[in-house]
C-alpha cells in the first residue's frame, strides 16, 4: 500500500509494508518497496510489490483518494485501465516483481495505492510508514 499526502505545498508518500496470504493453497507473501526518498513534482515514482514464491496470477493496482472508492489502474501487472492516465503504467519481471510507475507525478494523485491479486484472501499491515516526499 503506498500514501501520498498533500502536506503544506508539498506531497508526501507513505510506504507501508503489506503482508498478504492466500487460502490453502499455500502461503503467498508480498512486500511493497519501503524506504524515504523526495521526489521534485514532474519526477516520476515506481512502486514495487514483490512476490514470494513467484506466482503467474494477475497483480492489479488500486489508487484510492479519500472519501473515494478504490478506483482500478492497472490489471494483469501492465494493462492500463480505459479511462485512466497514460502517466500510470505497470511492468512484471520474473513473476517476482511487480511494479506501478507514476510519470509526471502531480498533486492530484494524492491517494493510497494498493498491490492486488486474486490469489490473495487477506491483507495485514505490519509496519510503520516511511515517508517518501514530493517537494
Do not use: H, W
Amino acid at each position: 500500500m503506498l500514501i501520498i499526502f498533500l502536506q503544506a505545498g508539498f506531497v508526501s508518500i507513505t510506504l507501508l509494508l503489506i503482508f498478504m496470504f492466500s487460502g490453502s493453497s499455500g502461503e503467498i507473501t508480498v512486500t511493497q518497496s519501503a524506504g524515504s526518498q523526495s521526489v521534485v513534482p514532474g519526477q516520476r515514482v515506481s512502486i514495487t510489490c514483490k512476490v514470494s514464491p513467484s506466482t503467474s496470477y494477475c497483480f492489479n493496482r488500486y489508487q484510492q483518494k479519500p472519501g473515494e472508492a478504490p478506483k482500478l489502474l492497472i490489471y494483469c501487472s501492465s494493462s492500463r485501465q480505459s479511462g485512466v492516465s497514460d502517466r500510470f503504467s505497470g511492468t512484471s519481471s520474473g513473476n517476482t516483481d511487480f511494479t506501478l510507475t507514476i510519470s509526471g507525478v502531480q498533486t492530484e494523485d494524492a491517494a493510497v495505492y494498493y498491490c492486488q491479486t486474486d490469489a490473495i484472501r487477506s491483507m495485514q499491515s505490519v509496519k510503520s510508514p516511511d515517508r517518501m516526499a514530493i517537494l
